[in-house]
Structure formats: C-alpha cells, structure tokens
C-alpha cells in the first residue's frame, strides 16, 4: 500500500496560492528527508524542494525560491508546500518523497536519493 499520501492539489488561477501535504501511512518517516518533485506533460520530474530530517535545512529549485516554502510537523509525520504567486509554468503532477537513508541533517536533491514516492497531485494553474 501506498505509505506517502499526498493531497491539496488542485486548479487555481495565476497569482494564487496552494498548500500540498504529505502525510506518511503505515509506516514512519519522522526522521527522515523528505522532498517535492514535479513533472509536466511530456517532461522529466524535476526537484522542486527539500527538507532534511532534522528540519534545520532547506533546499529549493531557483525557479520556486521566494514562492515556495517547504516544512514538516512531527507530531504528524507531514510534510507541506506552501506554494504562493502560482504561475502557469507550475502546472505539474507534484510528488512527495522520503528517503530512509542518508544523513539526519542533509537534504537531497536527486530523485534517485529517495525510496518511497506518493501517488503523485495535480496541480493546475491557469492563466
């Protein structure tokens, strides 16, 4: 079963804003890296944002910095991405990610650091 389960996704216009969350299910990923990727139509996914295990770091794609803001909540194993001033070019599935592996205060960037993926939300921005 799925055991990253993501959620807020949806359509809104240029200029607004959307919280996605991740909440992990079945099993923990409390202390573990986490990240945001995204993939258009006919294009690879591509990182978008991460957070390290600690949540004292934070790494953004140059594209979404200053818009975008990444963070977790312990209490519910959830990691969230705040996405304000929503252009077009952001119209993607967004995935969610945790990688068991790694170290406590590092964030990764590559898809191929991390071991479990969500299901994946859209995300629809019109002009």
């Known amino acids: 079963q799925r055991q990253l389960v993501e959620s807020g996704g949806g359509l809104v216009q240029a200029g607004g804003s959307l919280r996605l969350s991740c909440t992990a299910s079945g099993r923990s990923f409390r202390n573990y890296a986490k990240g945001w990727f995204r993939q258009a139509p006919g294009k690879n996914r591509e990182f978008v944002a991460t957070i390290s295990g600690s949540g004292s770091s934070t790494d953004y794609t140059d594209s979404v910095k200053g818009r975008f803001t990444i963070s977790r909540d312990y209490a519910k194993d959830t990691v969230y991405l705040q996405m304000n001033s929503l252009k077009p070019e952001d119209t993607a599935v967004y995935y969610c990610?945790?990688?068991?592996?790694?170290?406590?205060?590092?964030?990764?960037?590559?898809?191929?650091?991390?071991?479990?993926w969500g299901q994946g939300t859209q995300v629809t921005v019109s002009s």
């Open positions: 990610a945790a990688t068991v592996f790694g170290s406590y205060g590092s964030t990764y960037r590559t898809t191929s650091s991390y071991d479990y």
